[in-house]
Protein backbone atom coordinates (compact mmCIF):
# COMPACT_ATOMS: atom_id res chain seq x y z
CA UNK A 1 0.00 0.00 0.00
CA UNK A 2 1.42 3.41 -1.17
CA UNK A 3 1.89 6.02 1.03
CA UNK A 4 0.01 9.21 0.64
CA UNK A 5 1.48 12.78 1.76
CA UNK A 6 0.06 15.80 2.49
CA UNK A 7 -0.25 18.63 0.05
CA UNK A 8 2.83 21.13 0.08
CA UNK A 9 0.64 23.95 1.36
CA UNK A 10 -0.12 21.44 4.54
CA UNK A 11 3.50 21.10 5.16
CA UNK A 12 3.97 25.00 5.30
CA UNK A 13 1.60 25.17 7.49
CA UNK A 14 2.76 22.62 9.83
CA UNK A 15 6.12 24.39 9.61
CA UNK A 16 5.15 27.46 10.61
CA UNK A 17 3.46 26.34 13.43
CA UNK A 18 6.16 24.32 14.71
CA UNK A 19 8.45 27.15 14.42
CA UNK A 20 5.89 29.46 16.95
CA UNK A 21 5.67 26.88 19.29
CA UNK A 22 9.15 26.94 19.15
CA UNK A 23 9.48 30.26 19.94
CA UNK A 24 6.88 30.42 22.52
CA UNK A 25 8.15 27.42 24.11
CA UNK A 26 12.13 28.08 23.89
CA UNK A 27 12.34 31.80 26.56
CA UNK A 28 10.73 29.59 29.09
CA UNK A 29 12.74 26.28 28.54
CA UNK A 30 15.83 28.47 28.26
CA UNK A 31 15.56 31.61 30.47
CA UNK A 32 12.35 30.43 32.67
CA UNK A 33 9.26 31.79 32.93
CA UNK A 34 8.36 35.60 34.08
CA UNK A 35 7.50 36.64 37.03
CA UNK A 36 6.46 39.87 38.33
CA UNK A 37 8.86 42.23 40.39
CA UNK A 38 9.34 45.78 42.16
CA UNK A 39 12.69 47.45 43.20
CA UNK A 40 14.01 48.30 46.75
CA UNK A 41 13.43 51.42 47.03
CA UNK A 42 14.46 54.09 49.78
CA UNK A 43 12.10 56.44 50.82
CA UNK A 44 10.16 57.77 54.14
CA UNK A 45 8.31 55.69 56.18
CA UNK A 46 5.23 57.21 58.35
CA UNK A 47 2.89 55.77 60.22
CA UNK A 48 0.11 57.79 60.94
CA UNK A 49 -3.14 57.22 63.17
CA UNK A 50 -6.82 58.43 61.21
CA UNK A 51 -9.43 58.89 63.99
CA UNK A 52 -12.54 61.09 63.80
CA UNK A 53 -12.70 64.42 66.01
CA UNK A 54 -14.83 67.35 65.95
CA UNK A 55 -13.54 70.94 65.71
CA UNK A 56 -13.68 73.27 68.87
CA UNK A 57 -12.98 76.86 68.77
CA UNK A 58 -10.66 78.27 71.49
CA UNK A 59 -12.80 81.08 72.67
CA UNK A 60 -16.94 80.08 72.10
CA UNK A 61 -19.08 83.03 72.95
CA UNK A 62 -22.95 82.29 73.60
CA UNK A 63 -25.22 85.52 72.43
CA UNK A 64 -28.30 85.92 73.86
CA UNK A 65 -31.39 88.41 73.15
CA UNK A 66 -32.29 90.55 76.05
CA UNK A 67 -36.14 91.24 75.52
CA UNK A 68 -38.87 88.75 73.67
CA UNK A 69 -39.97 90.25 70.64
CA UNK A 70 -40.82 88.79 66.52
CA UNK A 71 -37.58 88.11 64.44
CA UNK A 72 -37.75 90.78 61.94
CA UNK A 73 -34.78 89.21 59.79
CA UNK A 74 -31.73 87.36 60.26
CA UNK A 75 -28.96 88.48 57.54
CA UNK A 76 -26.10 85.47 58.67
CA UNK A 77 -26.00 82.23 58.05
CA UNK A 78 -24.95 79.40 59.84
CA UNK A 79 -20.97 79.45 59.34
CA UNK A 80 -20.96 82.73 58.11
CA UNK A 81 -17.50 84.93 59.13
CA UNK A 82 -18.77 87.86 60.47
CA UNK A 83 -16.93 90.95 61.96
CA UNK A 84 -17.11 92.56 65.26
CA UNK A 85 -20.17 94.94 65.49
CA UNK A 86 -21.87 92.62 62.72
CA UNK A 87 -25.78 92.24 62.71
CA UNK A 88 -26.45 89.07 63.27
CA UNK A 89 -30.44 88.71 64.17
CA UNK A 90 -33.40 91.79 63.85
CA UNK A 91 -36.02 92.05 66.32
CA UNK A 92 -39.27 93.91 65.17
CA UNK A 93 -38.62 97.10 67.30
CA UNK A 94 -41.90 99.15 66.42
CA UNK A 95 -42.73 99.66 70.28
CA UNK A 96 -39.71 99.73 71.09
CA UNK A 97 -38.90 102.66 68.41
CA UNK A 98 -42.49 104.64 69.71
CA UNK A 99 -41.43 104.31 73.38
CA UNK A 100 -38.04 106.07 72.49
CA UNK A 101 -39.63 108.89 70.84
CA UNK A 102 -42.12 109.21 73.20
CA UNK A 103 -39.12 109.45 75.93
CA UNK A 104 -37.24 111.68 73.88
CA UNK A 105 -40.16 114.17 73.70
CA UNK A 106 -40.62 113.69 78.06
CA UNK A 107 -37.12 114.71 77.84
CA UNK A 108 -36.85 117.44 76.19
CA UNK A 109 -40.24 119.01 77.78
CA UNK A 110 -37.82 118.88 80.93
CA UNK A 111 -34.83 120.04 79.81
CA UNK A 112 -37.05 122.99 78.63
CA UNK A 113 -38.83 123.17 81.83
CA UNK A 114 -35.28 123.32 83.34
CA UNK A 115 -34.14 126.45 80.71
CA UNK A 116 -37.08 128.22 81.48
CA UNK A 117 -36.36 128.18 85.54
CA UNK A 118 -33.21 129.64 84.48
CA UNK A 119 -33.81 131.99 81.79
CA UNK A 120 -37.64 133.25 82.94
CA UNK A 121 -38.57 132.58 86.21
CA UNK A 122 -35.87 133.25 88.18
CA UNK A 123 -35.80 136.84 86.71
CA UNK A 124 -40.07 137.23 87.41
CA UNK A 125 -38.91 135.63 91.22
CA UNK A 126 -36.41 138.25 91.38
CA UNK A 127 -39.04 141.13 89.89
CA UNK A 128 -41.55 140.12 92.04
CA UNK A 129 -39.45 140.27 95.32
CA UNK A 130 -38.12 143.45 94.72
CA UNK A 131 -41.30 145.19 94.40
CA UNK A 132 -42.52 143.36 97.64
CA UNK A 133 -39.40 144.90 99.05
CA UNK A 134 -40.92 148.40 97.86
CA UNK A 135 -44.73 147.66 99.47
CA UNK A 136 -43.05 146.47 102.62
CA UNK A 137 -41.03 149.56 102.83
CA UNK A 138 -43.94 151.94 101.54
CA UNK A 139 -46.10 149.93 104.21
CA UNK A 140 -43.60 150.82 107.09
CA UNK A 141 -43.56 154.30 106.42
CA UNK A 142 -47.23 154.46 106.21
CA UNK A 143 -47.57 153.25 109.36
CA UNK A 144 -45.35 155.42 111.00
CA UNK A 145 -46.70 158.66 109.74
CA UNK A 146 -50.41 157.58 110.54
CA UNK A 147 -49.08 156.80 113.96
CA UNK A 148 -47.65 160.10 114.02
CA UNK A 149 -50.75 161.68 112.47
CA UNK A 150 -53.26 159.71 114.99
CA UNK A 151 -50.79 160.97 117.92
CA UNK A 152 -51.75 164.77 116.53
CA UNK A 153 -55.24 163.92 116.43
CA UNK A 154 -55.67 163.98 112.65
CA UNK A 155 -56.80 160.53 111.75
CA UNK A 156 -58.85 158.06 113.90
CA UNK A 157 -57.83 154.95 115.25
CA UNK A 158 -59.47 153.16 112.31
CA UNK A 159 -57.07 154.94 109.48
CA UNK A 160 -54.36 153.96 112.08
CA UNK A 161 -55.33 149.86 112.30
CA UNK A 162 -55.97 150.17 108.17
CA UNK A 163 -52.36 151.13 107.76
CA UNK A 164 -50.55 148.52 110.53
CA UNK A 165 -53.09 145.37 108.09
CA UNK A 166 -51.78 146.99 104.90
CA UNK A 167 -48.17 146.60 106.90
CA UNK A 168 -48.66 143.13 107.66
CA UNK A 169 -50.02 142.11 104.46
CA UNK A 170 -46.85 143.19 102.61
CA UNK A 171 -44.81 141.29 105.34
CA UNK A 172 -46.38 138.66 104.42
CA UNK A 173 -45.90 139.35 100.37
CA UNK A 174 -42.74 140.24 100.55
CA UNK A 175 -41.65 136.55 102.95
CA UNK A 176 -43.65 134.43 99.99
CA UNK A 177 -41.73 136.22 97.48
CA UNK A 178 -38.19 135.93 98.94
CA UNK A 179 -39.12 131.98 99.49
CA UNK A 180 -40.41 131.77 95.78
CA UNK A 181 -37.24 133.52 94.81
CA UNK A 182 -35.36 131.25 96.67
CA UNK A 183 -36.95 128.13 95.18
CA UNK A 184 -36.04 128.82 91.98
CA UNK A 185 -32.37 130.00 92.63
CA UNK A 186 -29.57 127.49 92.62
CA UNK A 187 -29.79 125.32 95.31
CA UNK A 188 -33.77 125.85 95.48
CA UNK A 189 -36.41 123.19 95.68
CA UNK A 190 -38.10 123.93 92.67
CA UNK A 191 -34.92 124.19 90.71
CA UNK A 192 -33.64 120.50 91.82
CA UNK A 193 -37.75 119.53 91.47
CA UNK A 194 -36.62 120.48 87.76
CA UNK A 195 -33.66 119.48 87.56
CA UNK A 196 -34.19 116.17 89.08
CA UNK A 197 -37.54 115.84 86.35
CA UNK A 198 -34.43 116.72 83.52
CA UNK A 199 -31.99 114.07 84.91
CA UNK A 200 -35.08 111.57 85.07
CA UNK A 201 -35.75 112.06 81.55
CA UNK A 202 -32.88 111.47 80.12
CA UNK A 203 -32.54 108.22 81.92
CA UNK A 204 -35.56 107.13 80.66
CA UNK A 205 -34.77 108.08 77.03
CA UNK A 206 -31.34 106.00 77.61
CA UNK A 207 -33.68 102.99 78.87
CA UNK A 208 -35.73 103.48 75.67
CA UNK A 209 -32.60 103.67 73.29
CA UNK A 210 -30.94 100.57 74.89
CA UNK A 211 -34.37 98.66 74.65
CA UNK A 212 -34.04 99.56 70.93
CA UNK A 213 -30.32 98.42 70.54
CA UNK A 214 -31.79 95.15 71.86
CA UNK A 215 -33.72 94.86 68.86
CA UNK A 216 -30.34 93.82 66.83
CA UNK A 217 -28.25 91.25 68.18
CA UNK A 218 -24.59 91.95 67.00
CA UNK A 219 -21.61 89.84 66.59
CA UNK A 220 -19.26 90.84 69.88
CA UNK A 221 -16.24 90.19 68.60
CA UNK A 222 -14.65 88.45 64.87
CA UNK A 223 -15.48 84.97 64.67
CA UNK A 224 -17.57 82.55 62.94
CA UNK A 225 -21.14 82.15 63.47
CA UNK A 226 -21.52 78.18 64.38
CA UNK A 227 -24.69 75.98 64.83
CA UNK A 228 -25.37 73.08 67.10
CA UNK A 229 -26.73 70.15 65.38
CA UNK A 230 -23.50 68.00 66.02
CA UNK A 231 -23.75 66.25 68.82
CA UNK A 232 -20.44 67.16 70.73
CA UNK A 233 -20.29 63.67 72.50
CA UNK A 234 -17.78 61.42 70.42
CA UNK A 235 -15.22 59.25 71.06
CA UNK A 236 -13.88 57.14 74.18
CA UNK A 237 -10.32 58.92 73.86
CA UNK A 238 -9.84 62.74 73.95
CA UNK A 239 -6.64 63.94 72.51
CA UNK A 240 -6.73 67.64 71.38
CA UNK A 241 -4.95 69.03 68.57
CA UNK A 242 -3.60 72.59 68.24
CA UNK A 243 -4.56 73.84 64.42
CA UNK A 244 -2.18 76.93 64.11
CA UNK A 245 -3.22 78.35 60.66
CA UNK A 246 -7.40 76.87 60.35
CA UNK A 247 -8.85 77.10 56.97
CA UNK A 248 -11.77 79.02 56.24
CA UNK A 249 -14.08 75.54 55.50
CA UNK A 250 -13.65 74.88 59.21
CA UNK A 251 -17.12 74.94 61.61
CA UNK A 252 -17.35 74.99 65.34
CA UNK A 253 -18.47 71.06 66.42
CA UNK A 254 -17.65 69.89 62.70
CA UNK A 255 -16.98 66.17 62.81
CA UNK A 256 -13.83 65.72 60.81
CA UNK A 257 -10.96 62.65 59.86
CA UNK A 258 -8.37 63.62 61.49
CA UNK A 259 -4.42 61.76 60.20
CA UNK A 260 -2.03 61.54 62.90
CA UNK A 261 1.24 61.08 62.66
CA UNK A 262 2.81 58.71 64.99
CA UNK A 263 6.03 57.25 63.66
CA UNK A 264 8.43 58.32 61.13
CA UNK A 265 11.52 56.67 59.67
CA UNK A 266 13.42 58.48 56.81
CA UNK A 267 15.29 57.56 54.19
CA UNK A 268 14.38 53.79 54.96
CA UNK A 269 14.72 50.74 51.91
CA UNK A 270 11.12 49.72 51.24
CA UNK A 271 9.72 46.60 49.36
CA UNK A 272 5.63 45.25 49.64
CA UNK A 273 4.39 43.35 52.66
CA UNK A 274 2.73 41.04 49.63
CA UNK A 275 6.31 40.20 48.98
CA UNK A 276 7.48 38.57 52.17
CA UNK A 277 7.36 35.05 53.09
CA UNK A 278 5.85 34.13 56.65
CA UNK A 279 5.86 38.10 57.86
CA UNK A 280 4.44 37.18 61.27
CA UNK A 281 7.08 35.22 62.14
CA UNK A 282 10.15 35.93 63.72
CA UNK A 283 12.35 34.45 60.37
CA UNK A 284 10.98 36.67 57.29
CA UNK A 285 12.62 36.36 53.70
CA UNK A 286 11.36 37.10 50.14
CA UNK A 287 12.77 35.44 46.64
CA UNK A 288 15.31 37.72 45.12
CA UNK A 289 15.82 38.14 40.88
CA UNK A 290 19.46 37.79 41.04
CA UNK A 291 21.26 36.67 37.33
CA UNK A 292 18.28 35.12 36.49
CA UNK A 293 17.90 33.28 38.92
CA UNK A 294 15.69 32.91 41.90
CA UNK A 295 17.59 33.36 45.58
CA UNK A 296 16.24 33.34 48.49
CA UNK A 297 16.95 35.94 51.08
CA UNK A 298 16.65 36.10 54.95
CA UNK A 299 15.24 39.86 56.07
CA UNK A 300 14.93 41.62 59.21
CA UNK A 301 12.11 44.06 59.32
CA UNK A 302 11.45 47.16 60.89
CA UNK A 303 8.20 49.37 60.88
CA UNK A 304 5.26 48.81 57.77
CA UNK A 305 2.71 50.77 57.34
CA UNK A 306 0.35 51.48 54.07
CA UNK A 307 0.80 48.33 52.82
CA UNK A 308 4.65 48.50 52.77
CA UNK A 309 7.37 47.48 55.42
CA UNK A 310 10.77 48.69 55.95
CA UNK A 311 13.71 46.25 55.19
CA UNK A 312 16.89 46.84 58.05
CA UNK A 313 19.16 44.31 56.67
CA UNK A 314 18.93 41.54 53.84
CA UNK A 315 18.82 44.06 51.18
CA UNK A 316 20.11 46.74 48.92
CA UNK A 317 18.46 49.62 47.13
CA UNK A 318 17.60 48.63 43.50
CA UNK A 319 17.96 44.84 44.02
CA UNK A 320 14.62 42.94 42.31
CA UNK A 321 12.38 41.56 44.62
CA UNK A 322 9.17 38.97 43.48
CA UNK A 323 6.35 40.72 44.40
CA UNK A 324 3.42 38.86 45.11
CA UNK A 325 5.15 36.31 46.97
CA UNK A 326 5.02 33.13 45.27
CA UNK A 327 5.31 29.83 47.00
CA UNK A 328 5.44 27.50 44.03
CA UNK A 329 8.90 28.64 43.16
CA UNK A 330 11.85 26.79 43.61
CA UNK A 331 15.27 28.41 44.70
CA UNK A 332 18.10 28.70 41.78
CA UNK A 333 14.76 28.05 39.70
CA UNK A 334 15.65 30.67 35.96
CA UNK A 335 12.96 33.03 35.97
CA UNK A 336 12.47 35.97 33.65
CA UNK A 337 11.56 39.20 35.86
CA UNK A 338 8.85 41.45 34.43
CA UNK A 339 6.99 44.79 35.19
CA UNK A 340 10.07 46.46 36.57
CA UNK A 341 9.32 49.65 38.43
CA UNK A 342 9.85 51.67 41.52
CA UNK A 343 6.55 51.84 42.52
CA UNK A 344 5.24 49.81 45.35
Given at each position: ????????????????????????????????????????????LVRSLVASGRVVSPHRVEIGVQMTAQVAAVPVAEGDQVKAGQVLMVLVSNETRAALNQALHAQAQAQIRWQQMSQLQTPVAQEVQLQAELNLANAKR???????????????????????????????????????????????????????????????????????????????????????????????????????????????????????????????????????????????????????????????????????????????????????????????????????????
Amino acid sequence: MALKFPPFEYKYLLVLLLMGLLAWATPRLVYGPEVPVVLVRQADLVRSLVASGRVVSPHRVEIGVQMTAQVAAVPVAEGDQVKAGQVLMVLVSNETRAALNQALHAQAQAQIRWQQMSQLQTPVAQEVQLQAELNLANAKRNVERNSLLFGQGFISEAAKEDAERALQLSQSQQQTAQHQLNSVQDGGSERAAAHAAWMTAQAAAQSAQARLAYTQVTAPMAGTLIARSVDPLRGSVEVKLNVSTPPDYLRQDMTVSVDMEVERRNNVLLIPMTAVHELPSLHPWVHLVRDGRVVRQSLVLGMSSAGVVQVVSGLRQGEQVVSPANPELSEQALVRPSAVGDKL
